[in-house]
Structure formats: structure tokens, C-alpha cells
């Protein structure tokens, strides 16, 4: 038997009236029903839907952590090679302001493509997702995607502060 509510979000204490009813119905006419529920499965898909966005949330920090760390390094190790370029530069008559916006400026460009490339993969990839699963994955994916940006910003400050103190000592 099927049996349609008007509210399926509201309809847990429905459930747990049914639920007390249903062994003894189950054992005189089917021996071997189930009791399926909107509210039951729903209970279950969110805590499944929740351990996989905590799962691919934790991954993406990973490569977060990552990623920042490879363009970090990278970006000093350039910094340390060019470093007689900059003190030419600072001869030409650049002050060390203008070095320091010239290298924010770089390491800008270097951290923000694979940022834009990421979004959008995400988005394009949490999008196909949401479709399947007919799930709304707004909420979580801007949260997420607002906390890897500020990270990565974290990065790029970290690089930029790290970088000027390497150039214009």
C-alpha cells in the first residue's frame, strides 16, 4: 500500500505512528513487508549526501594545501633567480614600493588562474551532481568556495610578504 502525505518534510511523527502499528500488520498479511518512508529515507540521504560533501570538502582542502604550496614555492624560487633583475630594476630608479606591486601583481596572475579553473570545474562538476541527485548543493558549494578563496588568498599574501622580503633586502 501506498499512501501520499501533502507535507513529506513534516511527515515524521506521521511515520512513527505508522511504525507502531506496522509489525503486527506486516506479520499478518505480508510476513516479509518493509515500511518505506519519505521521512526515513530522507533522514538517510542527508547524512549521506553529508558524509560526501565532508569527504570531497576535505579533498579539496588537500589539494588546496597543495597547489598553494607548489605556486608558494615556485613562486620564491623565481623570486631568488631574479633577484639581481629587481636590484636593476631598483637602480633604474623603481622604488621598493613598486617592486612590491610589480611582484603582488605577478604572483596575482599565478594564483588566481588555476583559482577561476577550479571554480569553475567545481561548479560545472557539483552541478551535474546536483542534477543526478536531484539535490540543491547551493549553500554548501558557495561556503566552500568563499573558504577556499580566502585560503588561497592567505597564500597569495603569505607569497607577496615572503617574496618582497626576498627581493628587497
Known amino acids: 500500500h501506498v499512501f501520499k502525505v501533502t507535507d513529506e518534510k513534516q511527515s515524521a511523527a ?32 542527508q547524512s549521506i549526501y553529508g558524509l560526501i560533501i565532508f569527504t570531497f570538502g576535505f579533498l579539496g582542502l588537500v589539494f588546496l594545501a597543495a597547489t598553494g604550496s607548489i605556486i608558494y614555492f615556485k613562486t620564491l624560487t623565481e623570486a631568488m633567480e631574479d633577484r639581481q633583475r629587481y636590484v636593476t630594476l631598483r637602480k633604474v630608479g623603481i622604488s621598493r614600493k613598486g617592486l ?18 577550479g571554480i569553475a570545474h567545481s561548479g560545472i562538476m557539483l552541478s551535474a551532481l546536483a542534477n543526478v541527485m536531484d539535490m540543491n548543493f547551493f549553500t554548501p558549494v558557495m561556503i566552500c568556495t568563499i573558504t577556499y578563496t580566502l585560503l588561497y588568498g592567505g597564500y597569495y599574501v603569505t607569497t607577496v610578504v615572503t617574496a618582497n622580503k626576498l627581493v628587497n633586502s
Open 14 to 45: 506521521l511515520t512513527e505512528k505508522v511504525k507502531m502499528f506496522f509489525p503486527s500488520i506486516e506479520e499478518e498479511l505480508y510476513g516479509s513487508a518493509q515500511l518505506h518512508s519519505f521521512s526515513d529515507n530522507y533522514k538517510e540521504a
Open 100 to 117: 612590491k606591486h610589480i611582484i603582488a601583481r605577478q604572483t596575482f596572475i599565478v594564483f588566481l588562474l588555476p583559482l577561476i579553473v
